[in-house]
């Protein structure tokens, strides 16, 4: 039993759900230049919620894994959009907004590690 692997799995069913429980949330930390912005978040959760159930099983975990990694890569420039539009004067937020920029690389490294 790989402990990571479902722990991995788990944060991103329960990341994916989280966009249709509380849309707005997501939505606020998209881009402006980017259309449809429900239709985005909705979306972006389906995937997360679906790659994180594929990564699972070792039949799909490549492919989840991948999945993953893709939508990590989609979701970057709303993390870039959070920490350039922050204008609030919490410090620890804005620390918080520039850890999450490299955390990204780490998500990615360690879905990597399943593929």
Known sequence: MDISKILMG?????????????????????????????????????????????????????????????????VFPANIYMLTSYRGKKTWYRVALWIRLPLQLLLIYWAWLYT
């Open 10 to 74: 788990a944060i991103y069913i329960l990341a994916g759900i989280m966009h249709f429980i509380k849309p707005k949330v997501y939505m606020k930390i998209m881009p402006p230049y980017l259309p449809y912005h429900k239709f985005l978040v909705y979306l972006s959760g389906l995937f997360e919620a679906l790659f994180g159930a594929l990564v699972l099983f070792p039949s799909t975990q490549s492919i989840g894994a991948w999945g993953i990694i893709a939508t990590l890569i989609g």
